[in-house]
């Protein structure tokens, strides 16, 4: 079976910090890992993925992750948050193995203080 | 671009009541998802489907539950017999081909109210 736990259900960071956003996952075979992103009143929006080949993904408005199989982590970063990066933020987990679904974190949301 | 849409994006019911809710996946897509997200809990999977057959299912999508597509551009999600737990945000989703590594696109999500 496959899990993922999102560490801070709610993060705050000022304008221009950086964001880190935290993701472990356990999963019996080597898996692949989505970012999501949930904007208010707007349906889920991926990120990035990452799916076995290099490790450190780049993805959509600055942010990036790294896979980090010996400490089963997949971290989102950004440099430097933006006002519009506040929004909820999903990771999950799936396998290649042919199995569809997606397996998600608890989500986190991100406030971004002026 | 392209986008997942779903209606309504709000439903009211009384227990005990029948409700459909209404996805229209990408139009080139052919594998359908059914999550939901009861307030302050993970978004679960419920149900995927391809090629009108239901592809895989969670221990959550009971008998009370069942999907169809009807025609070429919809996908339905019907609740037989609401609960008062069935209240949740219930999220459509496609992608082109199964498997990890395809992308699956989320509608904005129904929410459903069951009094």
């Known amino acids: 079976a496959q899990s993922v736990t999102q560490l801070g259900s709610h993060v705050s960071v000022s304008e221009g910090a950086l964001v880190l956003l935290r993701c472990n996952y356990s999963?019996?075979?080597?898996?692949?890992l989505f970012w999501y992103v949930q904007y208010p009143n707007q349906g889920l929006q991926l990120l990035l993925k990452?799916?076995?080949?290099?490790?450190l993904v780049k993805g959509i408005n600055g942010f990036e992750a790294e896979f980090k199989k010996s400490e089963t982590s997949f971290h989102l970063t950004k440099p430097s948050a933006h006002m519009s990066d506040a929004a909820e933020y999903f990771c999950?987990?799936?396998?290649?193995?042919?199995?569809?679904?997606?397996?998600f974190g608890q989500g986190t949301r991100l406030t971004i203080n002026p | 671009e392209p986008e997942v849409t779903q209606t309504p994006s709000h439903q009211v019911t009384q227990m005990g009541q029948e409700v459909i809710l209404r996805c229209v996946p990408i139009?080139?897509?052919?594998?359908f998802y059914w999550y939901r997200q009861i307030l302050g809990q993970k978004v679960e999977f419920l149900v995927s489907?391809?090629?009108?057959?239901?592809?895989?299912k969670s221990e959550i999508f009971d008998d009370q539950f069942s999907v169809e597509r009807p025609d070429g551009s919809n996908f339905t999600l019907k609740i037989r017999s609401t609960k008062l737990e069935d209240s949740a945000m219930y999220f459509c989703?496609?992608?082109?081909?199964?498997?990890?590594?395809?992308?699956?696109?989320f509608g904005p999500g129904t929410r459903l109210t069951v009094l």
């Open positions: 989703a496609s992608s082109e081909q199964a498997g990890g590594t395809d992308t699956q696109y």
């Open positions: 999963s019996s075979v080597p898996p692949y």
């Open positions: 990452y799916t076995s080949a290099a490790t």
């Open positions: 999950a987990v799936t396998s290649p193995q042919g199995a569809q679904k997606l397996v």
């Open positions: 139009s080139n897509h052919l594998y």
């Open positions: 489907f391809y090629n009108n057959e239901i592809s895989e």
